[in-house]
């Protein structure tokens, strides 16, 4: 049978313990909760569970869409999907080690992580990111699909080496899917910032799936 904690603790008690606690709140409660936790290896646990969760989302919301919204026409689909994708979704569950805790995070916060991921590289602009399967149910296979532009001279090859191995790891920080396959599809190119051109279109020959 599983261990329960002694006072029956729940997650949103502890969840407003570790708020208090990382904004230096001192209170009777909070010293009290404080002893408990530090005797009781079910709540301790928990705290850790959710100090990672927090820590996960937290990241998420540093992510800066500001940067996708820059004054050119031809970003208007990029920026409509990112409207779309940060709608909360689906909830993927995380793993936890009590039966009674139901850890999650969003659909709309994963893509994010891979907008962010893809951030760091300057010759790729992710235009659509979806996740297809049965998110809802830990375990269950999920596929990846990113559609982008590459920057006019970009090597397409090493940018889909590298945008993968970028999601690869970003999706393994932030969630516990498991990610079967990532279609990665280039179907533009753009200009360095600043210039007046639209991008043209790649051939069916120069865009990368994978």
Same mark, same amino acid.
């Given at each position: 049978m599983m261990a329960e904690c002694e006072q029956s603790t729940t997650l949103d008690e502890l969840s407003d313990w570790l708020l208090d606690e990382e904004n230096q709140v001192e209170t009777s409660e909070h010293t009290a909760l404080s002893a408990h936790i530090d005797r009781c290896p079910i709540c301790s646990q928990r705290v850790s569970s959710l100090r990672q969760l927090t820590r996960v989302t937290s990241d998420l919301k540093e992510h800066d869409l500001a940067e996708q919204t820059q $004054? #050119? &026409?031809w970003l208007d689909t990029i920026l409509s999907n990112i409207v779309f994708e940060t709608r @909360? &979704? %689906?909830s993927i569950p995380l793993a936890s080690d009590f039966e009674q805790d139901s850890l999650s995070v969003t659909e709309g916060a994963v893509i994010a992580a891979v907008r962010s991921a893809a951030d760091t590289l $300057? /010759?790729?602009l992710i235009g659509k990111c979806r996740l297809h399967g049965d998110? *809802? #149910?830990l375990g269950a296979p !999920?596929? !990846? =699909? !990113?559609t982008a532009s590459l920057r006019s001279g970009g090597d397409r090859v090493q @940018? #889909?080496?590298r945008? %993968? *191995?970028?999601i690869v790891a970003e999706l393994a920080r932030v969630s516990e899917m498991n990610v079967e396959k990532i279609s990665i599809e280039f179907n533009e190119f753009f200009e360095s910032t600043g210039s007046? =051109? /639209?991008?043209a279109k790649l051939s069916p020959a120069e865009s990368g799936v994978s």
């Open positions: $004054d #050119t &026409g @909360s &979704g %689906r $300057d /010759d790729v998110l *809802e #149910t !999920v596929t !990846v =699909e !990113v @940018s #889909t080496i945008l %993968r *191995e970028l007046s =051109e /639209d991008p």
